[in-house]
């Protein structure tokens, strides 16, 4: 069936109004678009598609699962160190260990990773999150926490998304960083220092926090969106397009904001000063401060998942080995003899 198809049969069930099964037939066509939607890979039409049948089968139970599967991220850079998770749910993790974030050991049943300035994230099977490293601003204080269905964090604040759309913050919180209590609908959310940026289901992007500087300036009236991403000085966003846009602190402009031209991205993450993306092709395209070689990433291949950490750029290959270029005083980009990486599947 096409989505014509589908938009027909239920028009023609509507019509019939309270006759016999109609109703039924109406929800039975919806959830068969929807999950020709998954099947297809659109995963966020897919995701919406399901939320729009609410109690209806299992619909709930699906929509959770594509929200952990669209916002899965199996490696991730931090301050000064690097996660990864690996096929069989343990964690591994090298750089700087000062306050523990590297302690992730003893980890197991994770199914996504977060790393902030000075701690590291994971997000169990279960619901539940674990977190080690630096507590300075109570960041790690996520052991109450239940139902969440992807994890976020960049700076000194974690951000958790439930699986009926909703979120929870815990850390810093001078900026009202972390007030999001009031957020619904959201399907993926980008934490930075001091910010929160939350994208709904409909493709438009929301904020709180810091914006004196205009690091999220106008990212309101931005439309078509599937991923967001910011670190300080400024926010990105992937359009379905693949095309990206991206707005910041034109004080702290090191070319950063030079995106315009990207096409076929399919992912993005942003360092303090540098925007890295994803493209169809398994190339990555790199923009903004490289001092420390961090946007040195004209020669990967294969890769099919980023993470920019503060000062350092990580990608995952397609065969679950790493790369990693840019700053390495603590030893964070040593993932050369990493093996057995999980590939996201939300590629």
């Known amino acids: 069936m096409t989505d014509g198809d589908y938009d027909g049969a239920i028009a023609a069930f509507s019509e019939l109004g309270d006759y016999e099964d109609a109703a039924e037939r109406i929800n039975e066509t919806k959830y068969a678009r929807a999950a020709a939607l998954e099947t297809k890979g659109y995963k966020i039409e897919a995701a919406v598609a399901f939320d729009s049948l609410g109690t209806y089968s299992d619909a709930k139970e699906r929509y959770a699962s594509l929200l952990t599967?669209?916002?899965?991220?199996?490696?991730?850079?931090?301050?000064?160190?690097?996660?990864?998770?690996?096929?069989?749910?343990?964690?591994v993790a090298v750089g700087n260990n000062e306050d523990g974030e590297c302690n992730v050991g003893g980890w197991h049943d994770i199914i996504s990773v977060a790393a902030g300035g000075k701690h590291t994230v994971g997000l169990k099977s279960d619901g539940t999150v674990v977190a080690v490293g630096s507590n300075e601003y109570g960041q790690c204080d996520v052991g109450g926490w239940t139902d969440i269905v992807a994890?976020?964090?960049?700076?000194?604040?974690?951000?958790?998304?439930?699986?009926?759309?909703?979120?929870?913050?815990?850390?810093?919180?001078?900026?009202?960083?972390?007030?999001?209590?009031?957020?619904?609908?959201?399907?993926?959310?980008?934490a930075g220092f001091d910010n929160t940026v939350g994208l709904k289901k409909d493709g438009t992007v929301i904020s709180v926090g810091y914006n004196t500087?205009?690091?999220?300036?106008?990212?309101?009236?931005?439309?078509?969106?599937?991923?967001?991403?910011m670190r300080s000085s400024h926010t990105v966003g992937l359009k379905s397009s693949g095309r990206v846009v991206a707005v910041?602190?034109?004080?702290?402009?090191?070319?950063?904001?030079?995106?315009?031209?990207w096409s076929s991205i399919v992912s993005i993450s942003v360092g303090p000063l540098h925007t890295v993306g994803l493209r169809s092709d398994g190339t990555v395209e790199a923009a903004g401060y490289n001092e420390e070689q961090q946007c040195d990433v004209d020669r990967w291949r294969h890769i099919v998942a980023i993470a920019a950490g503060f000062w350092h750029t990580v990608g995952l290959r397609s065969d679950g080995t790493v790369v990693?270029?840019?700053?390495?005083?603590?030893?964070q980009c040593n993932v050369s003899s990493w093996t057995n990486i999980k590939l996201p599947s939300n590629k």
Request: charged residues 15%; aromatic residues 8%.
């Open 69 to 91: 599967q669209i916002n899965m991220k199996t490696i991730a850079g931090g301050g000064y160190h690097t996660v990864g998770l690996k096929t069989n749910g343990t964690v």
């Open 151 to 190: 994890v976020f964090s960049s700076g000194y604040h974690t951000v958790g998304l439930k699986s009926d759309g909703t979120v929870v913050a815990v850390g810093n919180n001078f900026c009202g960083t972390c007030e999001v209590s009031d957020w619904a609908d959201i399907i993926s959310v980008a």
């Open 213 to 229: 500087d205009g690091r999220t300036r106008g990212i309101s009236d931005w439309t078509d969106i599937v991923e967001v991403a």
């Open 248 to 261: 910041g602190n034109p004080e702290a402009d090191y070319g950063q904001y030079d995106v315009s031209a």
């Open 324 to 331: 990693a270029v840019g700053n390495n005083d603590f030893g």
